[in-house]
């Protein structure tokens, strides 16, 4: 079973331009998470896609940054325009919708360099 | 507040001893879950271990448990008998909430170094 993919791994742009990265969950994962960690800090919650709909969208940091699920399959996260505090590591996770303690998996993230 | 709080940001342990990873956590919520994940340089998130809030007793996997205190809020990873390739910045994570698939809290982070 293939887990979660993110495109690209890294990201360099300049300052007011814009990126769109992508996730790919693991296939059958309802469940799908946006995070972010900026330098040494904490990994902060972004939001959650059940499906193609948004559950929870209270980490989105302001209406610079645009998430979609297109078909509740892959997810993208759009940055326009981007800005210097938007650089860190964007990790996306998946889960099934079950019971059990239903660990998130995630992938290696991407990481954006705003200059 | 933070609601989960990492406080050592770097250790060092020997190769083959034990280590303990510190983790205090912060919810109202009766009902919650507490994760540990493992990232090694290769930057994926790997999950480690889990501990429900209503277990009453200690998550164990292999070399890795979790040192559950519900009435002091702490859930230390320990590992023991560690190995080189331990060397990765560990995640404590909380879920809170019956929902189990609500977002995730993370600390900041234990970069844990092995030495030989």
């Known amino acids: 079973e293939a887990g979660v993919t993110q495109f690209p791994s890294h990201s360099v742009i300049e300052k007011g331009q814009t990126v769109t990265l992508r996730c790919d969950p693991i296939?059958?994962?309802?469940?799908l998470y946006w995070y972010r960690r900026v330098m040494g800090k904490e990994i902060k919650f972004l939001l959650h896609f059940v499906k193609e709909s948004k559950q929870d969208e209270s980490g989105m940091p302001n209406n610079r940054f645009l998430a979609e699920r297109t078909g509740g399959t892959y997810s993208t996260l759009k940055v326009q325009p981007a800005e210097l505090e938007d650089s860190g590591v964007y990790f996306c996770a998946s889960s099934r919708r079950e019971y059990g303690h239903n660990e998130q998996f995630f992938g290696p993230g991407t990481r954006l360099t705003v200059l | 507040a933070q609601k989960i709080t990492q406080t050592q940001p770097g250790m060092f342990v020997q190769e083959k001893e034990a280590v303990t990873l510190d983790c205090t956590y912060d919810?109202?919520?009766?009902?919650?879950?507490l994760f540990w994940y493992k990232q090694p340089s290769s930057g994926e998130m790997i999950f480690l271990i889990y501990?429900?809030?209503?277990?009453?007793q200690n998550a164990t996997e292999g070399r890795y448990s979790l040192n559950f205190q519900k009435a002091r809020k702490s859930a230390n990873l320990v590992i023991s008998a560690s190995q080189l390739g331990d060397s990765a910045m560990y995640f404590c994570?909380?879920?809170?909430?019956?929902?189990?698939?609500?977002?995730?809290?993370f600390g900041s982070g234990t970069k844990l170094n092995v030495k030989p």
């Open positions: 501990q429900g809030s209503y277990d009453e």
């Open positions: 919810t109202s919520d009766q009902s919650y879950g």
């Open positions: 296939s059958g994962h309802d469940n």
């Open positions: 994570a909380m879920r809170e909430g019956k929902d189990n698939f609500n977002k995730f809290y």
